[in-house]
Each structure stands twice: as C-alpha cells, then as structure tokens.
C-alpha cells in the first residue's frame, strides 16, 4: 500500500511547475515565497473550494443509489473474501486514475479558477476528435445517469403516489418525479459545483442514514434467525463477472474532477492528495458496510437471493425502511445537479469554442485586405480564448440545464427498470470513460525526457492491458444477460 500511495503522489508531485518543492504546502503555479508559504490575504482569488467541498461535490456525484446494488456484487462475489478484494482494488485503480487526471491536466494557477475538463484532456492527448468523443461520451453518462436516477426516484415515491391516485397510470405512478424534478431545476443552474457544497454534505448525511437503515436491519434478522450466510468464493466465474460492473460503476464521477479541481483553493500537492485519498476512501468505507451487511440478508429472504436494488428485498411496510427510503428519494433528488451541471457546462463550452471561432474567421475575413493594402508586416490577429462556462448568463446556464435535465427525466418515464441501463453502462462506457481515457492521456501528455513517471507509466500499460479486453468481455456479458436467458 506504501508503495502505491508513494507512485500516486508523485503523479501530483510531477504536474507541480519546477520552482516549486513537492513537499512545500504551497499552490501550484503560485509565487514561491521565502517561507514557503503564501499569504491568503495579499493573493486574490477566485478559487472557492476547500478540501471538504471538494470531498462532498465529488462524493455526491460517486455515492449514490448505485451503492443499492452492492449488496447483490457481493452476494454473487463472495462477501466473505474475493467481493471485498475486488472492491478494494477497483478502490485502488480509481484513486490512481483521479491522481492521473489530475497530473495530466496543465498547472493550475492559484490565483485564477482553473480551466481545464475531461474533454480538454482528452483533445491534447489524441486530437480534435478524441474531444469531441469525450465530449459525447461524458454527456451520455451524465444524461443516461439522470435517467437511471430518476426511474429510482420514481420507484421510491410510487407509494406516495399510489396513495394519492386510486387509479395507475404512466403520469400518476411520475407525477411525484417529475415534481421533484420541477423543484430541483433552479438548483441546475448554479454556476459551479462549488456552489452546492451545503446540498452535497445533505446528500452525504442521507446515503449516511439509508446506509445505516440496511445495516440494521440485516444485523437483526441475522442475529434472530441465527444464520449467517458468508461464501469466501462465487458459486461459478460468471457471477464474479457479472459483479465487476456493479463495483466499476459506483465509483465514476471522473468528470467531475476537473471541475472540482479547477475551483480548489491553494491546490498544493498536500491538499489535492488529501482531496483524492478522503474522497476515494471514504467512498469504499461506506461501500463496503453496506455491501458486506447487505448481502448477509439473503439468509432472510425466502429464495435466499438479494434483489439489484436491496431496498426492494425488505419488507415495504417497514417503517425504519420507509425512512430509508425517503432519505434514497433526497440522495438522488440532490444528485441531479452534479449529473446535470457537466453535461450542461459541456454544450456551453461547445457553443462558445464554435461562436469563438466564427468570430476569428470573420474578422481574419476582415483583416486580410487592410493588411494587403497597406503592406503591413504584422498579419498576427490576437485570439481571444471563449469565456468560461461560469461567464455564460444565468438564462444560457438555465435553459441549456432544462433541456438536458427535464430530457432525461421524460425519457425515464417511459424505463421501466434500470438494471439494463446499469449493467450496459458499467461494463462498456463506464470503464471507457474512468480508466481506458486517463491512463492513455497520461501516458501520451506525461512522456517527455523530463519526466520522473517510469512506474506510474508501466502501471497505466499494466492497467490498460486487463482493462481493454475486460470491456469487451464485460460488454459482451451485459448484452448476453439482458437479451439472452441465461441458465
């Protein structure tokens, strides 16, 4: 583990400019000071984010209702030793990839809100192109994401609904989603996630609650029946297959990290690797309480199996569970401005980088004859970079927000589960996006003659050799499982 944390760091250590010491807590592309620190009141800055608003942006985009289904990773794994080893190393390759995406974006600097996203990252590492499939791929994730969640909130206020309408119908069983999502909307129009520290420490408080709720409850049947149902090994290497997607994908929040990064003030090696350790472990913390406690359950169900959403395996009208229940409803209700706001951010920074470049095509259009007539020899036009996103005016900001949002909550009125979009995603987009892109732009951006990478670089090809053929394997399975009987 020593040796692990050691590699990572030094993934900070290497993106921080050259007159900075790596143990020194000062920010990145700051101004050394004799001291080797920085006086906060004499540096103005329009970076926001602390440690612990980083930490709750990210985990709000991380945890989710997703952890649901690690119970059943677990119970198909073998809760008692290989589900909590692949948990632990899928833990380990996420905080090595947040590192990698950190260290392959450009330093910062302290003084200015960064600029840097996933897509940028991916343009200078294979082109143009690459851009514009990261753009489509992130945009995918965020807008399927916000379907998958609100199909999960719509399950979890049905009872609401059904008390309220005798008769069922497709807009009474969405009609309490689609109220929530017409309250959360404002919320999508903030300007950055910063912004929304306060509603992601509620988010965290919550999956907090509805974690201990299933805890509990697990703990007391097992304790009463006295059956303690744990398997050090999966029944066959198909069930070990098909649980890797479920561990993948509750850790993707990849493209959220940019973003955080760029708001994140003094963003020192020191804090950032607090920022990702904190993050990271305190994720697999919780995910492994739940997942362990959760699959122990299966002793007291009356197949002996955990449902893919391990709420639905305890008994509804269970008023400790009711409670879980509305504490998932506020966890996912407070996680659609993180799936929204970078898909939403992305369009806009699109529509500017388009109209940026209009506008330099019509004025070099404008240019040239003045240049020609009076045979200037400065044919140089100065380019101005397009504003950044938090620029946009509030208008821009909230109507691209409704479109991508209210799009995603109508097309989850028409879903009517979501393990085939869970499956799918986490076995194809999911690890395309949080580790085959990092590791390849880390390897392409970080290889020049300066660099003091060679083991971080060995593990990002290690990485990328069981990754590539596990996607297509994986994907392979999900197509098998969800259009295909399987025995």
Known sequence: MSGDEGS????????????????????????????????????????????????????????????????????????????????????????????????????PNASQRGNASFESVAQASFGPKARVMSTILVSFMCFFGTIGYAVLLRDMLEPISDFIWSEKTRLTSNFGMLFVVLIVTPLCGLETLTSLEKYGATSMVSVLVLGTCVMIRSFQCVVASGTWKIEFWPESSRLALDSIPLFISCFVCHYNVHPVHNDLQRPSKKRVSTWIRWTTWSATSYYMAIGFSGSLYAACTSDGNIQGNILLSFDEADPLLFVGRMCLALTVTLAFPMLTIPARDIILRSIEEYMSRQRITEENNLEEPLLDSHDSGDATVEQNPPSSVTSSPFSHRIGVSIIVFWSGATAACFVSSIDVVWDLLGSSLSILLSYLIPFGSYLILKNGPNENNLFSRMLCWVLLGYYIPLMFISTGNAILNTFFIVS
């Open 8 to 107: 990572a760091d030094a993934l900070v250590e290497n993106s921080l400019p050259q007159n900075i010491e790596a143990d020194d807590d000062v920010s990145v592309g700051s101004p050394p000071e004799v001291d080797g620190s920085i006086d906060d009141d004499a540096l103005p800055t329009n970076r926001t984010g602390t440690i612990s608003s980083a930490c709750f942006n990210l985990l709000s985009t991380m945890v989710g209702g997703g952890s649901l289904s690690l119970p059943l990773a677990f119970h198909r794994a073998g809760n008692g030793f290989l589900a909590p080893l692949m948990l632990f190393a899928t833990a380990l390759v996420t905080e090595f990839a947040f590192r990698v995406l950190v260290a392959s974006a450009p330093a």
